[in-house]
């Protein structure tokens, strides 16, 4: 008898961590769930190759050959929802494995306290999980990462190298704009693996390759990609006949059909003025500035901590590399997409930063003095503002701001 239970302790050991998070994600999911897909995520489940080699077509091709060619929408919601449950449990997964990565005590307990504070921010992977966002192209993006992280982490290959880059190429195939926001999560990841191996000749090699691979594939498609049918009316009476899924007629138009800035032009000033910086601004230094001072100080001890270090230079080019982000808050205006993207960027720069296991980066967070901080007003403000913001939702991760902003305009 105490040899089966300490059989089943060591497993719970095991999968402690993974199984408290699969729990936590797949419970916000059930009782958020969504119960339809905006028309303009809705409309890329329609849009397949059959049309031209087009961007975004990849999923809609395969969702096609899965459903054997029903372009329903009941297919589309479970083509998401399983997703979505890949999703759950490779983050589970991954987080499990990072906490475990660093050695047992204040080291782990801080990897530990980040996990937490990032599931339950807006800008965590719960934002897929809401109506206005689900079934998005992230979705597909943020499984293939995870899975190019989980396959490159610890033994590292030139092989893997290979397998990511085309795995990257895909993701490129299922949104184009992979390489400004995505990519860079799995770009640090990337960095680092290369540091820790003293950048190996073959590793370099298939780093390079992976860079060449996702650039020629973004090119083509951004710029060489073409559509079989001229007219914009043409092609929505085509999608429409092929499925139930509402179409939206404007996300057509505005995808493949406005090449001029005349055509972007009313929208994007609108957008950019009343939408992207106000909600910007009102996100970063209202709604999660607790958080914000918190990751300012650990990236500042980090820095001064290793300064004159490789790792120090690393650390610049991992923050360097966010800049490739502006042009998507500046010329688009899905910025809560983008700043969750960001978000998570920096997340990965922090968990890379504590795997390193340097002690003194960690005096930010004192963890013999958090029951005097949780019992004080001032901290269970900032402890209710999170939730309560993290809770909402309501659109990406601007929540409050969004939710004025269409009562306004109403």
Excluded at 38 to 44: A, G
Excluded at 118 to 145: A, H, K, Q, V
Excluded at 329 to 340: E, I, N
């Amino acid at each position: 008898m105490d040899k089966i239970l300490k059989q089943i302790k060591n497993t719970w050991n095991e999968i402690s961590y993974e199984t408290c998070i699969f729990l936590y994600l797949f419970l916000r999911f059930i009782i958020f769930m969504p119960t339809k897909m905006l028309t303009w995520v809705s409309t890329y489940y329609a849009c397949n190759y059959s049309y031209g080699i087009i961007p975004r077509g990849f999923i809609g091709t395969i969702f096609k050959l899965v459903t054997g060619g029903d372009i329903s929408s009941i297919n589309a919601h479970s083509f998401a929802f399983v997703g979505i449950y890949i999703l759950i449990i490779l983050i589970s997964i991954l987080v499990g494995k990072m906490i475990r990565t660093v050695e047992e005590g204040t080291k782990r307990k801080t990897m530990f306290v980040l996990a937490i504070i990032y599931f339950f921010m807006p800008f965590s992977i719960c934002y897929l999980f809401d109506e206005e966002n689900f079934g998005r192209f992230d979705l597909y993006l943020y499984i293939i990462t995870i899975v190019q992280i989980l396959l490159i982490f610890k033994k590292p290959t030139f092989l893997k190298m290979i397998v990511c880059g085309v795995l990257s190429c895909i993701c490129v195939m299922i949104h184009e704009a992979y390489v400004l926001y995505i990519f860079p999560i799995f770009f640090v990841v990337l960095l680092y693996i290369l540091y820790k191996n003293k950048f190996t000749k073959m590793l370099t090699l298939g780093s390079i390759l992976i860079l060449l691979m996702i650039f020629v594939t973004t090119v083509y498609f951004n710029f060489f990609t073409t559509i079989n049918i001229d007219n914009s009316n043409e092609y929505i009476s085509q999608l429409r006949k092929s499925t139930d899924l509402k179409i939206n007629e404007y996300c057509i138009q505005y995808e493949y059909y406005m090449h001029s800035i005349s055509d972007h032009k009313e929208y994007f000033i609108d957008r950019l003025i009343t939408y992207n910086i106000c909600g910007l601004l009102i996100v970063i230094f209202i709604l999660i500035l607790p958080i914000n001072i918190v990751i300012f100080k650990f990236i500042k001890n980090a820095l001064k901590e290793y300064k004159r270090k490789l790792f120090y230079y690393i650390i610049i080019v991992m923050l360097i590399s966010t800049v490739v982000y502006i042009p998507l808050f500046v010329f688009t205006s899905d910025w809560g997409r983008w700043l969750a993207s960001v978000y998570n960027c920096i997340i990965a720069i922090m968990s890379i930063i504590l795997i390193e296991n340097n002690e003194n980066i960690l005096e930010i967070i004192k963890f013999e003095k958090t029951n005097k901080y949780v019992c004080t007003p001032k901290y269970f403000l900032i402890a209710s503002i999170i939730f309560f913001t993290s809770s909402l939702g309501v659109f990406q991760t601007a929540g409050i701001y969004n939710w004025l902003y269409g009562i306004l305009k109403k």
